[in-house]
């Protein structure tokens, strides 16, 4: 008689959903329907429902362990086919393990058993500022399940998504393994985001002799409208560079120090303003540059092949690695061609120099865009520097849409996949843009003493209460009141901006009654906060016998200024009847003084 031996191979799965590596088997197919419900106050009601399917007769599962990507579980209750389960859960890192014992053994090929868990969390769902945002960490080895499906529910108040990742048809939150990839689900509900800043400035003159310096302040783009309201000292002006920075100039003495305080606040919108590129700056934004290699010959090579924006995204996000060990320390900046030859120790900065540097080398226009960046998790979403910011992101310029588009393929690449090119986010502030140089302005949090390089001076936070306000100018038109006939009449026109918002390009028609041109137009440039513009003016000579008044009339955005001045006849003026006093005067006393040089020759007697 032959014994029959079963071996029986008792199996703990473990699985990881949103965050690490899962163990796949091929003994099993396995099935997950999620449901994410949202409810008005952010808590977040979660029910996991999973069928596993035996292929293998001398095989079952025991249990099934799952690895979550939350931190924050609470109401946790599960269950199998055959009843009611106690979970067990244990803390890892960032994220909980729950472990099901089942009910009963799931023996024989075929067999399914249907089980599942259901907790509350608040970390799903956050009330930040104007903005709902609901972010799910994404799926790890989606080939290890047959089936994958999650569905979002969130309240009616929260109205139509700013943005779905992935990107759906309509507004469906509904969303299955092709869908999802291995990235994860990120939505937003508002139309704007609204922060308030403080930005500490520290600048010092080491020269022995004055000198005139720059800092680079928050700027208005096609993404934010940025408010300055105070500036403490004030800035000699406020001037707009090639790439539309606003650059506040001081003057410093010899040895002076000096710590600039900025104010304000910033509206950060989802879609791209249209902004035309000139023929003279996309030249510039297509050449190479320290850090930007585009010339290089692997740089060329990769830009044949991947020839297009989102071609370029992908390749960045999924060929460099994020380095966390280089974020707490001072980072020494590779470049384009320094990241590819270490691609796996990278961080935003190279993320965004591979990225322009390919697009120049593809004949794309890119830049750098620096700032602040809002995150709740510096693991999925990190920053460059942990006292002040940094972040660094490229954007590129799309000419079908005419517009500049940013980009993060650093956030693409540490959040396993969520799309950061087709649509940002309401998180990112830009703070200075660097096209024209790939090293300079210097934005906000970069201008520090020796002894305040440990300080922070970037402070911003959320200022929902904040009210867009219109720009506003002030005009004056330094001309004289009179003038003397036969000259030209010359003006200086002061244009400032003492509003807090950026003044939009004007157009000023100035005319006149007397003078010619009778109608000329003047067109002034956008005016930043605090700053100032001067334009002058000029009038043909008028004929020497002119003497009239004319009525000098300025228009601008339906205000008018008037300024009235005077032409005196050459003849007729005062200074005509001095100077002519002055003549007749001397040429009588010329005269006089021949007459008695010849009386002195006259004798008195014969």
């Not at 009910?103 to 067999?111: L, Q, S």
């Not at 002799?209 to 800035?235: G, H």
């Not at 650059?247 to 002076?256: D, E, G, K, N, R």
């Not at 205000?559 to 005062?574: D, I, M, R």
Request: proline letters at 5%.
């Amino acid at each position: 008689m032959i014994k029959k031996l079963f071996v029986f191979l008792f199996l703990g799965l473990f699985v990881a959903f949103f965050s690490q590596p899962a163990f796949a088997d091929t003994n099993f197919d396995t099935s997950f329907d999620i449901t994410y419900t949202v409810n008005t106050n952010g808590t977040t009601h979660a029910v996991f429902n999973g069928t596993m399917t035996n292929l293998n007769n001398t095989v079952y599962a025991p249990s099934y362990s799952l690895k979550l990507g939350f931190t924050d579980l609470s109401n946790i209750t599960a269950f199998d086919s055959y009843g009611k389960i106690d979970p067990i859960v244990k803390d890892a890192t960032n994220s909980k393990i729950i472990t099901l014992n089942f009910n009963k053994k799931n023996i024989g090929k075929g067999n399914s058993v249907s089980f599942g868990f259901a907790f509350d969390t608040q970390e799903l769902a956050t009330h930040i500022g104007n903005i709902w945002e609901v972010n799910i960490p994404g799926l790890a080895n989606q080939t290890d399940f047959k089936n994958f499906t999650v569905h979002l529910r969130v309240p009616d108040t929260f109205g139509q998504p700013a943005y779905i990742k992935p990107m759906q048809t309509g507004s469906s939150l509904d969303f299955d393994k092709n869908t999802l990839g291995s990235g994860g689900i990120s939505l937003a509900f508002g139309t704007n985001q609204v922060y308030g800043f403080t930005l500490n400035y520290h600048v010092k003159n080491t020269n022995i002799f004055p000198v005139k310096t720059e800092i680079a302040l928050p700027p208005s783009t096609n993404y934010q409208d940025v408010q300055i309201t105070d500036i403490s000292p004030k800035p000699i002006n406020v001037l707009m560079d090639k790439d539309k920075n606003w650059l506040a100039q001081y003057s410093l003495l010899p040895s002076q120090k000096l710590t600039i305080i900025v104010k304000g606040n910033v509206f950060v919108g989802l879609t791209a303003k249209s902004e035309e590129l000139s023929p003279d700056l996309r030249k510039i934004y297509l050449l190479p540059q320290p850090y930007w290699q585009s010339n290089a010959q692997d740089i060329q090579r990769l830009a044949k092949d991947l020839k297009t924006p989102d071609a370029i995204y992908a390749y960045v996000s999924n060929q460099l690695t994020y380095d966390f060990s280089r974020v707490a320390g001072k980072q020494q900046r590779v470049g384009a061609e320094g990241v590819l030859q270490n691609p796996t120790s990278a961080v935003c900065l190279e993320f965004t120099d591979l990225f322009i540097a390919i697009a120049r080398a593809a004949g794309i226009p890119a830049r750098e865009v620096d700032g602040y960046a809002y995150t709740q998790n510096t693991k999925e979403r990190p920053l460059l520097l942990t006292k002040d910011i940094l972040h660094t992101w490229p954007e590129y310029y799309d000419d079908v849409q005419k517009k500049w588009i940013m980009v993060d393929p650093t956030w693409g690449n540490t959040t396993h996949g969520i799309d950061y090119f087709h649509t940002l986010d309401f998180d990112h502030v830009a703070f200075a843009i660097k096209g024209v140089s790939s090293t300079y302005p210097v934005p906000a949090g970069g201008y520090k003493f020796l002894d305040t390089q440990d300080t922070k001076d970037v402070f911003v936070s959320f200022n929902p209460l904040a009210i867009e306000n219109d720009a506003k100018i002030s005009v004056n038109l330094d001309m004289p009141s009179n003038i003397l006939s036969g000259f030209s009449l010359n003006g200086n026109l002061l244009v400032k901006n003492v509003g807090s918002s950026l003044v939009p390009q004007q157009t000023f028609t100035v005319s006149a009654t007397k003078f010619s041109p009778s109608t000329q137009t003047i067109t002034i440039p956008q005016i930043p906060p605090f700053g100032f513009v001067s334009n002058q003016i000029s009038f043909n000579q008028t004929s020497f016998l002119t003497n009239e008044t004319s009525l000098i009339t300025i228009q601008v955005a339906g205000e008018t200024l008037t300024k009235t001045v005077t032409v005196h006849s050459f003849f007729q003026s005062e200074q005509f009847i001095i100077i002519g006093g002055i003549i007749l005067a001397t040429i009588f006393c010329i005269t006089i003084f021949i007459f008695a040089a010849k009386s002195r020759r006259i004798p008195l007697s014969k």
